[in-house]
């Protein structure tokens, strides 16, 4: 037991949904039952006299260019407390203290909120990224070769060249000529151009109503998921930090070029500030476009808070698979007297009963209690229930459509317009070419 009895003085902040603190005749005092027992252990197992002293601006505090100004962060650089309520990462840049023995190695991760379901429907033009265009190009101009043949034969034969080879060959093209009209309906001898057009049109109706049956043209629009700070980037989120829980300096700072770049695209989106912890604001700006980067005891928090707030766009919570972060926390200290002393005995407390899982255990009752106190009236029980998510989204099937043919029938129509305004031209021109005949 420690001889001298010691006064520490703790830094706190309340939260706007529930108060963590409160004051009675000028002296703050825990307003939780969790929270009490856990200052009662540290002040009796290390002597100490517990004064608690609550930020001005209820806020933890944020790095600028001369250190920490704001918030509980900035009555510790001035001295005014001795140590921070809340353990932080021991790679903050230029923490105002010193840090005690870990306590709790954290991960931090990635929350983003992508469409549940998608529509997925079969594409039609899909499916004609299969054609071998060589292949038709092949089969239009054999057609302009037959035709070309065709009409060397009628050129011969009219200038009296017969013989048993002009003979076969006249039958062979006839008869093509009436394969033709019986697959078009019709003989149009010198228009190969509007064959052609028939041609491709005949093939665009027969996959159209091939790939109705194929699952190989099945397509969706899922939105891809985040789980990496380079997806942030490639698919432009608004980035969105929590005070002391995002390791949001380390952005600031640019400790590498993806965190460099999702801090600029934060300056870009007007979110390059984090949040306070003291603030539900975060979830008023939860939305598709947006991503949260933060720890996983208060991302529980967080993801409570906008259940209870009715949220819908809570439910569409995504955590990335591996965490961005990984950091070991601990108390920082800043003692202006009995400095030493009080690191000492912290330490000592630190390793006997606060290190490990003990302190987390107190720290997640606290949070509970919170919780289920605040005037958000959140229930005991829902503490434990969490909307149940697997990573397979619910898919809404679609039969083919319009929507899916719709570029088919675009360019058929195409087609058929050239093939039309062809004949017209060959029409007019054989009515003005041809001879007129006098009584």
Known sequence: MF??????????????????????????????????????????????????????????????????????????????????????????????????????????????????????????????????????????????????????????????????CDTIISSLFEALNTVACSVFSQYLPGRSMLRTVQTIAIMLFTITLGVIFSTSTIVGNDE????????????????????????????????????????????????????????TSIIEQMGHEAVYFCSNEIARVVRKLSESLGSSIAKNEYKSTKPYHRALEAFLMNPAKDAEEIRSRIKKLSIRQIQGDIFIQDLRRIINELLTSSVLGIKPYQLYFSYGKSEMHMINFQPLNFNGCKVVFVSWEIALGVATIVLLVEILSHQLTKPKVHN
Not at 6 to 12: E, P, Q, R, S, Y
Not at 73 to 93: A, K, V
Not at 226 to 248: M, Y
Request: negative net charge.
């Open 3 to 164: 001889e001298k009895r010691l006064n520490l003085t703790i830094g706190a902040f309340n939260f706007v949904f529930s108060a963590m603190f409160i004051k009675e005749n000028g002296q703050t005092r825990p307003a939780l039952k969790t929270l009490s027992g856990l200052l009662n252990t540290i002040g009796r197992s290390g002597n100490f006299e517990i004064n608690l002293k609550t930020s001005p601006d209820e806020t933890l505090g944020q790095l600028s260019d001369s250190g920490y100004k704001t918030g509980v962060l900035g009555m510790l650089q001035r001295q005014e407390i001795d140590s921070c309520f809340l353990p932080l990462p021991l790679d903050i840049p230029n923490p105002p203290g010193n840090f005690s023995p870990v306590i709790h190695d954290d991960a931090y991760h990635i929350y983003s909120f992508p469409w549940t379901s998608t529509s997925v429907t079969q594409d039609v033009v899909k499916s004609l990224e299969t054609i071998n265009l060589t292949l038709w190009l092949t089969m239009s101009a054999f057609i302009f070769i037959l035709e070309t043949i065709n009409h060397l034969v009628i050129y011969l034969n009219k200038n009296g060249v017969n013989n048993q």
């Open 224 to 279: 891809a998921k985040i789980n990496t700070l380079e997806d942030v980037i490639s698919q432009d989120k608004k980035p969105l930090w929590l005070e002391g829980e995002s390791v949001f300096e380390l952005f600031q700072e640019g400790v590498n070029t993806d965190y460099t770049k999702i801090y600029d695209l934060g300056q870009k989106k007007g979110t390059a500030s984090p949040i306070p912890l003291s603030s």
